[in-house]
Every structure is written in C-alpha cells, then in structure tokens.
C-alpha cells in the first residue's frame, strides 16, 4: 500500500522499496510548454489498425482522393503518386489516416503533422521526394497495377473517407501518354488530364465535354414533294425522299439538290425549312412570316 505526503510543493511518494520525489510546480506553464504538451497529447492519441473491408460508405464531406498517376511518368513507370484534395471551407487534421490497396500492399499512415488547408492539396509519392516541380508530402512503398486497384481513405477511427474500386480496369488516365486520373470536383467522377503527366499540387484540368451523336433512322415512306400552298414571300425550303444517307431538299420549286445527314444551312432572314420530319432537324431559326 503506497502512501502519500505533500510538503511544500513537492510530491514525496512512500512506498515498499524506496523513495521517489517529484517536482511539484504551481507555475502556469509557457506558450511554448503548451504547444510541446500538446504535440506530445496528439501523438498519444491511439490509431485503430483499419483492414480494406468494409461496411461503409464514402462520406464525401471532408477529403477525396483527387489525382492519380497509376502510370508513373515519361521518366519511370515507378514514378506513381496518389493527391488528396481538402473540400472543406477549413483545415483538416489528417493524423493517423490510412490508405489501403484491397491486396493491402499499400498501408499508408499519414503521421502526427499531417493536415490539408481549406481546398489544398495533399501529395504522395511512390518512393520520391518530388513529382515535377512538386514537393511530396509522404513517399510511401508499394505499386499500383495498371490493369486497375482498389483504394480506400480511412480516418484515424477506421471511418471510410473515400475510395476508388476499379479492379477491372482504371475508368480513367493513359499510359501511352502519361496523361494522369482527375477527380471531378462537382461530380466526384473520374476523367483523364488534359496535360501528360498530370497535375500535382495544382487545380484539376476540366473535363472534355462529350458530344452525342444521333443516327437517323430511314423512315417507313417516301414523300412526294409537294409546293407549299399560298402566296411565297420568302425562300420555301422542304424535303423529298430518303435515299441512302441523304435528303433531298428544293429552293422555290427549282431542281432537287442532296443534303446529306450531317448538314448545317444557315437561314438568312425571312427563310423558314419546312420538312416532312421536324423531330430530325435541329434549329433555332424563326419560322417565316
């Protein structure tokens, strides 16, 4: 049984096999004291050993795995990295967050320091201290495949933060060209970098649009051509029959002339297109008075 003897500002501590003392100080301590007490407290926080599997679902809210290199670069195919991008309006404290491949080849834990500003950039690189002109933040060991993987970001709880489940191939980036995966920032969708190489520690490149492409079908009939009724007071255009890939088109009755398929015409005013299949033209022009 210990016993215990305060004396004037020192801890005197009695017990079975000598004698221990201990400072006792009423100070308050120094700005510099509290920093150093508190680095040493978050440093003792305890980080859960966080396993690929889980139940969770991405939360979105804090910060997404924004770019990958899974190619490397021009100069190595071993020059992979990975960025994290805070969405937040605030820093956030990333200590003791991991990231894990499903083989879980890569087990990366971010240390003590580790935070992103409000919208800043995170990097890690693949056994480098540099990506371009870009200082990584951690260089960590282990490969990313090319014919695609599986990334999870856990908190220091083992909370799912973001991931990636391309398995079966990566849904972006190129490696002939170098060009990098970005992250949509609205959509949190993936597309391919504009620039070969990527952009590390630097805005994401917009994606490039995507333009459909409809094909007409043929119609079941062939139309006669048929003089709009009336008095013309401007320049009359309609279609005649579907032959192959093109349409026939006449100006004011006169002879018949092809327009094929992928066609713009330019109306000048006062000139209205009348057409036996309205759904198949695409137009803004105003219609003739």
């Not at 003791?96 to 800043?120: C, H, M, Q, V």
């Amino acid at each position: 049984m210990k016993r215990f003897l305060l004396i004037s500002g020192s801890l005197i501590v009695l017990a079975g096999v000598g004698i221990y003392l201990e400072k006792h100080n009423n100070s308050t301590p120094s700005t510099n004291e509290k920093g150093a007490m508190l680095a040493s407290s978050a440093s003792a926080i305890p980080i859960t050993s966080c396993s690929f599997e889980t139940g969770e679902q991405p939360v979105h809210s804090r910060v997404v795995i924004n770019e990958i290199a899974w190619m490397g670069s021009k100069d190595s195919a071993n020059n992979e990295w990975l960025e994290l991008k805070n969405i937040l309006p605030e820093t956030v404290d990333i200590h003791g967050w991991r990231l894990i491949d499903r083989s879980e080849k890569i087990k990366i834990t971010l240390g003590s320091s580790a935070s992103i500003t409000s919208g800043g950039l995170y990097l890690l690189g693949r056994g480098q201290g540099n990506v371009a002109d870009a200082k990584v933040d951690v260089v960590y060991k282990g490969a990313l495949r090319n014919g695609g993987e599986s990334l999870r970001l856990f908190d220091r709880d083992c909370h799912l933060i973001d991931e990636i489940l391309a398995d079966a191939g990566w849904p972006a980036g190129n490696n002939t060209g170098k060009y990098t995966m970005e992250r949509d920032s609205k959509t949190f969708t993936w597309h391919t970098s504009k620039v070969p190489g990527g952009t590390p520690k630097q805005e994401n490149t917009h994606p490039i649009a995507k333009i459909a492409v409809i094909q007409m079908s043929k119609p079941n009939t062939t139309p006669s051509p048929t003089i709009p009724s009336g008095t013309i007071t401007c320049e009359t255009w309609c279609t005649s029959s579907y032959n192959s890939s093109k349409y026939y088109y006449c100006k004011n009755d006169s002879a018949w002339k092809t327009l094929s398929l992928n066609y713009f015409k330019s109306f000048p005013t006062k000139e209205a297109l009348l057409t036996e299949y309205p759904s198949r033209i695409l137009h803004d022009a105003s219609l003739c008075k």
